[in-house]
């Protein structure tokens, strides 16, 4: 997943014919997907550092990179949503109402 949105978001930083419409749309979506990786990839560390290297409980520390990780993935997958449903109205425009 982070390999493509970063690939998305690259094509879309070198070439400027890609900055319209639909595009924008897709590489925006690329961001919040991008985001909502990082954000499990860092949960995932958390966890792995503090019960699989460490061998002990979670502390406040700990408790409060949960937390802020648990609302980076509720952000981003939330905008992720929201992306996808402006790309399906920005669709449902072109095909159905045939506006531009």
Do not use: M, P
């Not at 900055?19 to 897709?26: K, N, V």
């Not at 905008?79 to 095909?95: E, P, Q, R």
């Amino acid at each position: 997943a982070c390999v493509g949105s970063l690939a998305i978001i690259l094509l879309y930083i070198t070439w400027k014919d890609l900055r319209r419409g639909a595009q924008s749309i897709i590489t925006w979506l690329a961001i919040a997907d991008l985001c909502t990786a990082v954000s499990y990839i860092s949960g995932d560390v958390v966890v792995l550092y503090y019960y699989e290297a460490q061998g002990r409980d979670c502390d406040s520390l700990c408790e409060n990179l949960c937390r802020i990780t648990t609302y980076l993935v509720f952000c981003s997958i939330t905008a992720s949503f929201l992306w996808t449903a402006i790309l399906a109205f920005h669709f449902y425009l072109i095909l159905v109402c045939k506006s531009t």
